[in-house]
């Protein structure tokens, strides 16, 4: 099986910067990704990494210690359309997903 | 490009009938299709993995003989609940992944399913 966890609420003022935790064990691992998931919409894809580092995509980077089975998601420059939740999602195989809880974030002014 | 696409959106049945949810790729094939269950303010549970010709792949605790995938090409996987009962109200979202070579899932909208 596999165990992910994020902290499930977060709130953060518009124009800071917030890092969104994940701790994982599993077995098989190959891969963790990130996606933001707006209510009632599906989750899209923001960032994935498979080796130790940081991954950088503009105001987005998200970072992966393999060894500690921890990753996180870093959001700068907070604008209000990114309270929405983040969905940290393990990779098993050649395929399967497995996703955390989920972290709501709150923007807010 | 890379869109997938969930038919209906929403749906509200009656106890005890039964209920189809289809997934298409619109613009890619898709090798691989996934069922995903979400309750509200959860995250996303994997029900299962279909791959296209060959039987679904279901995770444990989820009944294969309630929910049935069927993935007869590559563009298109349906879910059929049978037999649905209130407890089975969810959303239910499907994603595909292809032969692009790219690495990740692409998600449907999801599926608001009410059962009454």
């Known amino acids: 099986g596999q165990n992910i966890d994020q902290p499930t609420e977060m709130t953060a003022t518009e124009g800071a910067i917030v890092q969104i935790n994940c701790t994982y064990q599993t077995s098989g691992f190959n891969g963790l990704f990130w996606y933001q998931q707006h209510a009632g919409e599906a989750p899209t894809f923001l960032s994935y990494?498979?080796?130790?580092g940081l991954e950088e995509k503009g105001r987005f980077s998200s970072f992966l210690s393999r060894s500690k089975g921890y990753s996180y998601l870093l959001l700068k420059e907070l604008q209000m359309k990114d309270s929405a939740s983040y969905l940290c999602a393990v990779k098993r195989g050649a395929n399967n997903l497995f996703f955390g809880t989920g972290t709501r974030l709150t923007v807010i002014p | 490009g890379a869109v997938v696409s969930q038919h209906p959106s929403r749906v509200i049945c009656k106890s005890g009938t039964s209920v189809k949810i289809e997934c298409r790729s619109l613009d890619f094939q898709a090798t691989t299709m996934f069922w995903y269950r979400q309750f509200p303010k959860k995250s996303l549970m994997l029900m299962a993995t279909s791959n296209e010709g060959s039987k679904a792949t279901y995770e444990q605790g989820v009944e294969k003989d309630k929910f049935l995938i069927n993935h007869a090409s590559l563009t298109l996987s349906t879910l059929t609940v049978t037999s649905a009962h209130p407890e089975d109200s969810s959303f239910y979202i499907c994603s595909a992944s292809g032969t692009s070579g790219r690495l990740e899932q692409y998600f449907g909208p999801g599926t608001r399913l009410t059962v009454t």
């Open positions: 990494n498979v080796l130790d």
